[in-house]
């Protein structure tokens, strides 16, 4: 790949610069510049605990506190951004604690990460890697389990009788000889028991909620609208910034033009950041019709100007030649030299935006000595980091306030912190000009979502398979091509070995299917297009790859797709045990019903994946009308996710995976022509509509192990369960997508 045509960085990375810009005269505008370093490149409705303590409550260790007024607040360290971390982890602790569902109030964690660390991630605070529920298991369980523990021993202590003699159900403690009380009224006796070390946990057998239905903590407050997301703060004074970005990823602005603010009236400030310039107003409209009367003058000559048909063609190329070692079992290129038929097969992928339903935004106050953030907050650690550097404060002077999220799909979670740097950045250059305290509303339009980079990367996938005179897999050879998302982060050094990027080739190189001879390899180019992790990362690409090309060879073979697959599962049981649940609950092998129209074919399709330490496998069944159209009619679901927790929440994450991945594989694609995003809104860059959502059955295993990750698992295999379905109706391979027959 040509070195000069491809640049590792975003526009202004190198350094922070800070201008305050005087427009025209008569715009009322102030000039100043700021310049310093720039910041590390790292990684209960609307409440965050710390703020909201109670007074004289009984607080037995950072998860939870018990009131007074006897309600139970669970402390919650994981962002809830739809997923269900504010009933999953609230859950856990009233099941210990025996307290009663209505008792549970939730607010999330400040940022303290020695508190509230990720136990997956050492001493890091965040979101991410469907890992909330599988790290926090046993840590909310004990927070629920000792203080029930320092209840009884309070109640045993006031009525002078055995702690084995008491019992603790729905909220109340009680004892054999009538006595009862609520938790509120052993709260200050409680508080003066010793903290217990590790508790005793409840077998399986007496769980109370773990397991069963619950309500969630947050349907009531999203639905009357009274729960509280960044684009809902207000705080006086508080002025909004809407940020011009350069079109060209690695652009910088040359010149500004201010003079059109004039007729823009109730602009306040004009701040240049190192990310483009910002216009502040009392609102958003006015920030917005400033910042289009702005004339900035980008200067191009580091940008990034290839169109994705250029990037593919460079990718072509190094598809054609080894790559770097991810997988090695035996001698694949011997083994297809002597196979008696091989198939070869080419999978294209786009860049794809994550384009959540509340685009990027964040609220920041910087005093002289303290700075303040209101977000959706799902990197605290690095967020916290970041933000400390670029207002040059120390860590310990930002404060993090967590809110709910509209979503993220992994986009909240940058490596960079880029748009809660570009908050704190504005912010900066308004001190400097003596404007501290100030609060600064972020807001980025679906247009700046859509067009500001860190995508999931772009993909090729070549593959070299053959079979032998008996169907059987004989060799397999695998490349892939693609961008890596943390070079150049901090966790290069953790999750890069040997070049190899570990998210890139997740779900290929650990393939689960018995294949004696096989060679998984990886190029990865450096690419000048932000991109970072989107949900369920690797396996977003490489699940369609690896399951479309297995359903070719079960065709070539002529076998059943299903049971060629088991037949190479013989080493992955969970993997075959959800395969058979879904074939068996989508009557695989039993004809489909007849199409409604005339002419229309019909099929089945399957694929099987395990991310996140979650194995899911999809029965999907489409339509295909004589026009060349599709219909996804059914997707039939089967989850191996260990202990479900709250078994609503894995049925709705499913069923979104299921959406989402479906949104994508129909739709999905961010292009470039000229190094410009060609896509700005949901016009063109659809996302799938309720009307062809398909009918949905998910079925979970019943499991004792502990649970996983539900969060993303149920997105990658519905990409290719589609498109086998499709084969299977028109005996056509669909090999790119977003999926088309046309």
């Given at each position: 790949m040509n070195p000069n045509r491809f640049v590792p960085q975003a526009a202004g990375m190198s350094r922070r610069e800070f201008r305050t810009v005087g427009a025209a005269a008569g715009a009322g505008l102030t000039l100043g510049i700021f310049t310093g370093e720039t910041a590390a490149q790292m990684s209960g409705p609307g409440k965050t605990a710390g703020a909201a303590s109670t007074a004289g409550s009984f607080e037995p260790n950072a998860f939870l506190r018990v009131g007074k007024d006897n309600s139970v607040t669970v402390v919650v360290k994981h962002l809830e951004m739809g997923q269900g971390t504010y009933t999953g982890l609230p859950t856990l602790v009233a099941d210990e604690l025996d307290a009663?569902?209505?008792?549970?109030?939730?607010?999330?964690?400040?940022?303290?990460?020695?508190?509230?660390?990720?136990?997956?991630?050492?001493?890091?605070?965040?979101?991410?890697?469907?890992?909330?529920?599988?790290?926090?298991?046993?840590?909310?369980?004990?927070?629920?389990?000792?203080?029930?523990?320092?209840?009884?021993?309070?109640?045993?202590?006031?009525?002078?009788?055995?702690?084995?003699?008491?019992?603790?159900?729905?909220?109340?403690?009680?004892?054999?000889?009538?006595?009862?009380?609520?938790?509120?009224?052993?709260?200050?006796?409680?508080?003066?028991?010793?903290?217990?070390?590790?508790?005793?946990?409840?077998?399986?057998?007496?769980?109370?909620?773990?397991?069963?239905?619950?309500?969630?903590?947050?349907s009531r407050a999203k639905s009357t609208g009274t729960a509280t997301f960044t684009q809902d703060v207000k705080l006086p004074?508080?002025?909004?910034?809407?940020?011009?970005?350069?079109?060209?990823?690695?652009?910088?602005?040359?010149?500004?033009?201010?003079?059109?603010?004039?007729?823009?009236?109730?602009?306040?400030?004009?701040?240049?950041?190192?990310?483009?310039?910002?216009?502040?107003?009392?609102?958003?409209?006015?920030?917005?019709?400033?910042?289009?009367?702005?004339?900035?003058?980008?200067?191009?000559?580091?940008?990034?100007?290839?169109?994705?048909?250029?990037?593919?063609?460079?990718?072509?190329?190094?598809?054609?030649?080894?790559?770097?070692?991810?997988?090695?079992?035996?001698?694949?290129?011997?083994?297809?030299?002597?196979?008696?038929?091989?198939?070869?097969?080419?999978?294209?992928?786009?860049?794809?935006?994550?384009?959540?339903?509340?685009?990027?935004?964040?609220?920041?106050?910087?005093?002289?000595?303290?700075?303040?953030?209101?977000?959706g907050e799902q990197f605290q650690t690095a967020d916290r980091?970041?933000?400390?550097?670029?207002?040059?404060?120390?860590?310990?002077?930002?404060?993090?306030?967590?809110?709910?999220?509209?979503?993220?799909?992994?986009?909240?979670?940058?490596?960079?912190?880029?748009?809660?740097?570009?908050?704190?950045?504005?912010?900066?250059?308004?001190?400097?000009?003596?404007?501290?305290?100030?609060?600064?509303?972020?807001?980025?339009?679906?247009?700046?979502?859509?067009?500001?980079?860190?995508?999931?990367?772009?993909?090729?996938?070549?593959?070299?398979?053959?079979?032998?005179?008996?169907?059987?897999?004989?060799?397999?050879?695998?490349?892939?091509?693609?961008?890596?998302?943390?070079?150049?982060?901090?966790?290069e050094s953790m999750m890069v070995k040997d070049g190899i990027d570990r998210t890139s080739v997740e779900g290929a190189s650990?393939?689960?299917?018995?294949?004696?001879?096989?060679?998984?390899?990886?190029?990865?180019?450096?690419?000048?297009?932000?991109?970072?992790?989107?949900?369920?990362?690797?396996?977003?690409?490489?699940?369609?790859?690896?399951?479309?090309?297995?359903?070719?060879?079960?065709?070539?073979?002529?076998?059943?797709?299903?049971?060629?697959?088991?037949?190479?599962?013989?080493?992955?049981?969970?993997?075959a045990e959800v395969l058979a649940l879904a074939a068996e609950k989508a009557g695989w092998g039993t004809p489909l019903a007849p199409a409604k129209v005339a002419g229309a074919r019909r099929g089945r399709g399957v694929a099987v994946h395990e991310s996140f330490n979650t194995t899911v496998a999809q029965v999907a069944e489409v339509t295909v009308t004589p026009d060349s159209k599709f219909t996804v009619d059914r997707v039939v679901c089967a989850v191996n996710c260990g202990l479900a927790v709250n078994p609503d929440v894995v049925r709705a994450q499913m069923e979104g995976g299921i959406g989402f991945g479906l949104s994508a594989a129909l739709y999905g694609a961010i292009t470039l022509k000229d190094g410009m995003v060609e896509q700005s809104n949901f016009h063109d860059h659809p996302v799938l509509r309720i009307n062809e959502m398909p009918a949905v059955e998910v079925h979970i295993v019943a499991s004792t192990d502990k649970p996983t990750g539900v969060g993303e698992p149920g997105v990658p295999p519905i990409a290719p369960a589609v498109a086998n379905a499709i084969a299977a109706a028109t005996g056509k391979r669909l090999r790119k997508l977003p999926l088309s027959l046309a």
């Amino acid at each position: 790949m040509n070195p000069n045509r491809f640049v590792p960085q975003a526009a202004g990375m190198s350094r922070r610069e800070f201008r305050t810009v005087g427009a025209a005269a008569g715009a009322g505008l102030t000039l100043g510049i700021f310049t310093g370093e720039t910041a590390a490149q790292m990684s209960g409705p609307g409440k965050t605990a710390g703020a909201a303590s109670t007074a004289g409550s009984f607080e037995p260790n950072a998860f939870l506190r018990v009131g007074k007024d006897n309600s139970v607040t669970v402390v919650v360290k994981h962002l809830e951004m739809g997923q269900g971390t504010y009933t999953g982890l609230p859950t856990l602790v009233a099941d210990e604690l025996d307290a009663a569902w209505s008792q549970v109030k939730v607010v999330g964690a400040p940022a303290d990460a020695k508190l509230y660390n990720n136990l997956f991630w050492g001493e890091a605070q965040g979101t991410g890697g469907s890992t909330a529920m599988a790290n926090a298991f046993e840590q909310y369980r004990q927070a629920g389990a000792a203080a029930r523990a320092m209840l009884v021993g309070a109640a045993a202590e006031r009525w002078k009788v055995g702690p084995d003699s008491i019992v603790v159900k729905n909220g109340v403690v009680s004892h054999a000889s009538g006595r009862k009380a609520t938790f509120g009224e052993l709260a200050d006796a409680a508080a003066k028991q010793p903290v217990p070390g590790a508790v005793k946990l409840k077998d399986a057998k007496d769980f109370v909620y773990i397991g069963k239905h619950a309500p969630r903590t947050d349907s009531r407050a999203k639905s009357t609208g009274t729960a509280t997301f960044t684009q809902d703060v207000k705080l006086p004074d508080m002025l909004t910034a809407v940020v011009a970005h350069p079109p060209r990823f690695g652009a910088k602005v040359k010149s500004i033009d201010a003079a059109g603010l004039k007729d823009v009236p109730g602009v306040r400030y004009v701040v240049e950041v190192p990310s483009g310039v910002a216009v502040l107003a009392a609102n958003f409209w006015t920030a917005r019709k400033g910042r289009d009367a702005l004339k900035i003058e980008w200067d191009d000559a580091p940008a990034f100007k290839l169109s994705s048909s250029d990037i593919l063609a460079e990718y072509r190329k190094l598809a054609a030649t080894p790559g770097k070692p991810a997988r090695k079992d035996g001698d694949a290129a011997k083994a297809l030299a002597g196979a008696a038929k091989t198939l070869d097969a080419e999978y294209e992928f786009p860049y794809l935006a994550h384009a959540s339903m509340e685009p990027l935004n964040c609220v920041v106050r910087l005093d002289a000595d303290r700075c303040e953030v209101w977000n959706g907050e799902q990197f605290q650690t690095a967020d916290r980091l970041a933000v400390a550097k670029t207002v040059e404060l120390k860590p310990e002077q930002v404060s993090l306030n967590q809110l709910f999220a509209g979503g993220s799909f992994g986009r909240r979670a940058n490596p960079q912190s880029d748009y809660v740097v570009e908050a704190a950045a504005i912010a900066k250059g308004l001190a400097t000009q003596g404007k501290l305290g100030v609060p600064v509303k972020l807001v980025w339009t679906r247009e700046d979502d859509m067009k500001g980079g860190y995508y999931r990367p772009a993909y090729l996938h070549t593959f070299k398979a053959g079979l032998d005179a008996s169907g059987n897999v004989a060799g397999w050879q695998h490349r892939i091509v693609g961008q890596s998302i943390l070079v150049g982060t901090p966790f290069e050094s953790m999750m890069v070995k040997d070049g190899i990027d570990r998210t890139s080739v997740e779900g290929a190189s650990t393939l689960p299917y018995v294949i004696a001879d096989l060679t998984v390899e990886l190029h990865s180019p450096t690419v000048g297009v932000p991109v970072q992790w989107w949900r369920s990362v690797g396996s977003t690409h490489t699940a369609f790859a690896t399951e479309s090309f297995v359903d070719e060879l079960a065709t070539a073979a002529g076998k059943d797709p299903v049971a060629f697959r088991k037949a190479l599962l013989a080493k992955h049981p969970k993997h075959a045990e959800v395969l058979a649940l879904a074939a068996e609950k989508a009557g695989w092998g039993t004809p489909l019903a007849p199409a409604k129209v005339a002419g229309a074919r019909r099929g089945r399709g399957v694929a099987v994946h395990e991310s996140f330490n979650t194995t899911v496998a999809q029965v999907a069944e489409v339509t295909v009308t004589p026009d060349s159209k599709f219909t996804v009619d059914r997707v039939v679901c089967a989850v191996n996710c260990g202990l479900a927790v709250n078994p609503d929440v894995v049925r709705a994450q499913m069923e979104g995976g299921i959406g989402f991945g479906l949104s994508a594989a129909l739709y999905g694609a961010i292009t470039l022509k000229d190094g410009m995003v060609e896509q700005s809104n949901f016009h063109d860059h659809p996302v799938l509509r309720i009307n062809e959502m398909p009918a949905v059955e998910v079925h979970i295993v019943a499991s004792t192990d502990k649970p996983t990750g539900v969060g993303e698992p149920g997105v990658p295999p519905i990409a290719p369960a589609v498109a086998n379905a499709i084969a299977a109706a028109t005996g056509k391979r669909l090999r790119k997508l977003p999926l088309s027959l046309a």
